[in-house]
């Protein structure tokens, strides 16, 4: 069966400080890969998405990329945080296929920059 | 643009009460609807799924949504709430080549005891 891991669970951060969130699924090959953020009555919002190695594509500008080194690995980085990049980061994977799919979810990262 | 509106944002009902909670979308093509539902400490989850079919689609723990297409809606259902439901439902659509999903801001339901 297919699952879905992220870390850390917690991250507290200096404001101006680097950010490197991992995100791996095992028990599938080569799905499509997400990074959310969810803030409180905003649900979540689309930040990244990946359909494959080396292909990114970005909903939102930002102060975060994303990165997809591996099949199953996909980073959210960034190179100085700013207080308003606290939140809850949540990486999601769905089937690569083309044909209406279920995205599952991580466990989030919570991320508090002061 | 895209976008899902889930008009209440907190409930709060009683045990055996009966939940309905509102999703509506702004897409014009072929969408494929969810609802997850995230426990507190818990993962978000699917609760159910619609893709195509029977509009009135069944998923976890007694819940069911209906899909209407000439209302671009996806309201979720329960008959009878119980404490265990507690949770923040979330309201998703998928669309276009599948790659892209978009939430609802979310509907926090409290059942007292």
Same mark, same amino acid.
């Given at each position: 069966?297919?699952?879905?891991h992220?870390w850390?669970? &917690?991250?507290?951060?200096p404001v101006?400080?680097p950010l490197s969130?991992?995100? &791996?699924?095992?028990? &599938?090959s080569?799905?499509?890969l997400?990074w959310?953020?969810q803030a409180?009555?905003?649900?979540?919002?689309?930040?990244?998405?990946?359909?494959?190695?080396?292909?990114?594509?970005?909903?939102?500008?930002q102060?975060l990329?994303?990165?997809?080194?591996q099949d199953?690995?996909?980073?959210?980085s960034?190179?100085k945080?700013?207080?308003?990049?606290?939140?809850?980061?949540l990486c999601?994977w769905?089937?690569?296929?083309?044909?209406?799919? &279920?995205?599952?979810?991580?466990?989030?990262t919570?991320?508090l920059v002061? | 643009?895209?976008s899902?509106?889930q008009?209440?944002h907190? !409930?709060i009902l009683?045990?055996? #009460?009966s939940l309905e909670l509102g999703c509506?979308?702004s897409?014009?093509?072929?969408?494929?609807?969810?609802?997850y539902?995230?426990?507190?400490?818990q993962?978000?989850q699917?609760l159910?799924k619609?893709?195509?079919?029977?509009p009135? !689609?069944?998923?976890i723990?007694?819940f069911?949504?209906?899909?209407?297409?000439?209302?671009?809606?996806f309201?979720?259902?329960?008959?009878?709430?119980?404490w265990?439901?507690? #949770?923040?439902?979330?309201? #998703?659509?998928?669309v276009g080549?599948?790659?892209?999903?978009?939430f609802g801001?979310?509907t926090?339901?409290? !059942?007292?005891p």
């Amino acid at each position: 069966s297919q699952t879905i891991h992220q870390w850390p669970a &917690t991250l507290v951060q200096p404001v101006g400080s680097p950010l490197s969130l991992e995100c &791996t699924v095992e028990g &599938t090959s080569n799905p499509n890969l997400y990074w959310y953020r969810q803030a409180a009555g905003r649900g979540l919002q689309l930040l990244f998405y990946s359909v494959g190695i080396g292909q990114i594509s970005s909903e939102v500008p930002q102060n975060l990329s994303a990165s997809r080194p591996q099949d199953r690995q996909f980073i959210l980085s960034s190179k100085k945080l700013l207080l308003s990049d606290s939140g809850f980061y949540l990486c999601a994977w769905r089937a690569g296929l083309a044909s209406p799919q &279920t995205q599952y979810f991580g466990p989030g990262t919570r991320l508090l920059v002061l | 643009a895209q976008s899902v509106s889930q008009h209440n944002h907190h !409930v709060i009902l009683s045990e055996a #009460a009966s939940l309905e909670l509102g999703c509506n979308y702004s897409y014009g093509g072929t969408v494929n609807l969810f609802w997850y539902v995230q426990y507190p400490g818990q993962h978000l989850q699917l609760l159910l799924k619609y893709f195509s079919g029977d509009p009135l !689609v069944k998923g976890i723990k007694g819940f069911e949504a209906e899909f209407i297409k000439s209302k671009f809606s996806f309201n979720l259902r329960k008959p009878s709430v119980q404490w265990s439901d507690t #949770a923040e439902y979330f309201c #998703a659509v998928n669309v276009g080549n599948f790659n892209k999903f978009y939430f609802g801001s979310g509907t926090k339901l409290n !059942v007292k005891p």
